[in-house]
């Protein structure tokens, strides 16, 4: 609460406003963030040389679920849940004003241009669907 004498000494008698850090910290750390997520996913991979593309919802999830998969499958299903995870908090923060629905589809659509652009555009990668679904439930 500001004294009296705060408050006379600002025009219109209310306090100073303070500039809230939260914002623009969650900014740069989702700018931060973003260039991990970048070097993370567009490296060339070796490891999918003969790996296919992924066009079925929920192929490789459920090969996840039901034990299946090989280690490494399941490793790369839950790294993308955790890739996103902090997209969604630092979205959160940085645009309060974003619903839950919004948020979601913003996600979602980073993560599907993730897969796009890996499967696209980097040797040795693959598109798999899951990964963005995955990765849209992370964040």
């Given at each position: 609460m500001a004294s009296t004498r705060e408050l006379a000494d600002h025009p219109g008698g209310s306090a100073p406003e303070r500039v809230p850090l939260v914002r623009p910290l969650a900014?740069?750390?989702l700018v931060c963030w973003s260039l991990v997520v970048v070097a993370l996913t567009w490296s060339a991979g070796s490891d999918t040389l003969y790996a296919e593309d992924n066009l079925v919802p929920f192929d490789t999830i459920g090969r996840v679920w039901d034990g299946t998969a090989s280690p490494g499958v399941v490793a790369q299903?839950?790294?993308?849940v955790v890739l996103f995870v902090?997209?969604?908090?630092?979205v959160r923060r940085t645009l309060p004003r974003v619903g839950g629905l919004?948020?979601?589809t913003l996600?979602?659509?980073a993560a599907v241009a993730v897969e796009c652009v890996q499967g696209?555009?980097?040797p040795g990668r693959i598109i798999d669907v899951d990964d963005a679904i995955l990765?849209?439930?992370g964040g």
């Open positions: 900014l740069l750390l299903a839950v790294g993308n902090p997209v969604g908090i630092l919004a948020l979601a996600v979602a659509l696209v555009a980097v990765g849209a439930f």
